[in-house]
């Protein structure tokens, strides 16, 4: 083989490795009673993690399927209701980052870290 061989192959292969699609990674939360992940339910992660140091509940806006629009009112109130978000904010001392739990439909959606809730 000659040179110009190998980088032309080498080349190939570093280029399906930037373009191949990374594994999703869902974020956890550590809690002294086990791991809370995405999927588990409202209970699940209150046994887990124990209760919030803060809850807030909203109606989240309902968007047409499978794109970027909002459903306009009075549509939105009327024909589609709004989707209920739980969020829970576990403050986990000195040295760890806030933790945000966020519920759809009584199931973890995401998980997010911050020095600050937004």
């Known amino acids: 083989m000659d040179r110009m061989t190998i980088r032309v192959g080498l080349a190939s292969l570093l280029l399906v490795g930037a373009l191949a699609p990374q594994a999703s990674r869902a974020e956890t939360l550590r809690c002294s ?4 992940s995405e999927g588990d339910s409202r209970v699940a992660v209150a046994y887990k993690c124990g209760q919030p140091v803060l809850q807030d ?9 499978g794109s970027l629009h909002l ?3 009075p549509f939105a109130s009327w024909r589609v209701p709004c989707q209920p978000v739980d969020e829970w904010l576990y403050d986990r001392g000195p040295g760890n980052l806030i933790a945000t ?3 759809r439909a009584g199931r973890v959606q995401a998980i997010v870290y911050g020095r600050q809730p937004r």
């Open 33 to 36: 009673g086990g791991i809370a």
């Open 101 to 103: 739990v966020r519920f």
């Open 57 to 65: 509940s909203y109606c989240a806006p309902v968007y047409y399927e």
């Open 71 to 73: 459903v306009p009112e």
